[in-house]
Nanobody, 116 residues
């Protein structure tokens, strides 16, 4: 059974950092590109960063230079290091294969709130 468990979110002040983790099981996640997505209140879920199996990465312009995605294929885990956080980064963060569509299975996500 496919399962994605995101963790590491929380409340942080502007300029702070968080590291998100995503544990994947029951699927072929270690063999496919993976992505971190986020959904702010009232907005659609957007791709933030993606990483291919071999490690090449790409980022949304809004997070480029501040976020770093990585993966450990042996552990079926994907990470998102977020630095220099801004209030506009506030959202629920999800991981999933890339590409993913709304009808795919999604985990619970982890809430990130950037506020002073």
């Amino acid at each position: 059974q496919v399962q994605l468990v995101e963790s590491g979110g929380g409340l942080v002040q502007p300029g702070g950092s968080l590291r998100l983790s995503c544990a994947a099981s029951g699927g072929i996640f270690r063999f496919v590109p993976m992505g971190w997505y986020r959904q702010a209140p009232g907005k659609q879920r957007d791709l933030v960063a993606r990483i291919h199996r071999a490690g090449s990465t790409s980022y949304a312009d809004s997070v480029k230079g501040r976020f770093t995605i990585s993966r450990d294929n042996a552990k079926n885990t994907v990470y998102l290091q977020m630095n220099s956080l801004k209030p506009e980064d506030t959202a629920v963060y999800y991981c999933n294969k890339h590409p993913a569509v709304p009808d795919d299975y999604w985990g619970q996500g982890t809430q990130v709130t950037v506020s002073s």
